[in-house]
């Protein structure tokens, strides 16, 4: 009686186990990622950038100032090669410019345009006319969208770096000077260089959305309860073995 009785308690103990593993897998880039800006080019501009991935979505939040006012200011997620931003010394060529080119070996190539509206691949690296301009010196911008596999992988690497462009060097109040843009001859520098800088990190503890612990990879909301649904299933599978083994022992007696 007790070999017949151990196989289905065997059996439904295993169907209840994976229970206490059985969660929602999230991918490896999925969570919250922060950026705090630091000025390039002696732009003078601060701020932070918010970034929250789940699956393909990207939801991102930037709040800066310190900005040429009235100007549109171009800002993408580069990806893909150190992770990090340049300081001045990588004005190579001694223009007195730390430009694209020269910044792009440290935070590589465009991954994102963050643009107000339409595309936002790297065909939209300069589409001026759909970046924000910063009207009082500052940026504000919230959108949320799609993101291609490369620039997830390069979230999950710790590659992705947030770079925000365009700067008054010489104080004008205009994008002008006579150095021209690496990117596009027909535009000056000004326009073009980067003013700020950030790795996009995981966000710290106490940054995460309500409902579970900030990991860096994503809420772990959900997880609690179903590794306590997993426990008691196991343990209303004891007691009920338990039970029925104390119920046969009674009947042997009786009999």
Not at 88 to 109: H, I, L
Not at 149 to 173: I, N, P, R, Y
């Amino acid at each position: 009686m007790r070999k017949a009785l151990a196989l289905p308690t065997v059996a439904i103990a295993a169907a209840a186990f994976p229970l206490l593993t059985t969660s929602p897998a999230l991918a490896d880039h999925d969570g919250s990622y922060q950026a705090d800006l630091v000025a390039l080019n002696q732009s003078g501009v601060s701020g932070t950038g918010m970034v929250t991935l789940e699956g393909n979505s990207a939801t991102v939040m930037i709040e800066a100032d310190g900005f040429l006012a009235g100007a549109p200011h171009a800002q993408h997620f580069h990806i893909a090669a150190q992770g990090q931003c340049p300081t001045d010394a990588a004005d190579e060529d001694g223009d007195g410019f730390v430009s694209v080119t020269e910044g792009a070996p440290f935070y590589g190539a465009i991954g994102t345009s963050l643009t107000t509206s339409g595309d936002t691949s790297p065909d939209s690296g300069l589409a001026i006319d759909r970046f924000p301009t910063a009207d009082d010196g500052s940026i504000s911008y919230e959108r949320t969208f799609d993101v291609t596999e490369d620039v997830q992988q390069s979230f999950a690497a710790g590659t992705a770096v947030l770079v925000l462009h365009g700067v008054d060097k010489d104080g004008s109040g205009a994008y002008d000077g006579d150095v021209m843009s690496d990117l596009d001859p027909s535009l000056p520098m000004e326009a073009t260089a980067p003013a700020a800088c950030a790795p996009l990190v995981a966000a710290q503890m106490g940054t995460a959305p309500n409902g579970g612990a900030e990991t860096g990879a994503g809420s772990t909301a959900g997880t609690e309860q179903q590794t306590a649904i997993g426990v008691g299933a196991v343990a209303l599978v004891g007691a009920a073995a338990a039970g029925a083994v104390a119920y046969r022992r009674r009947q042997a007696d009786q009999a």
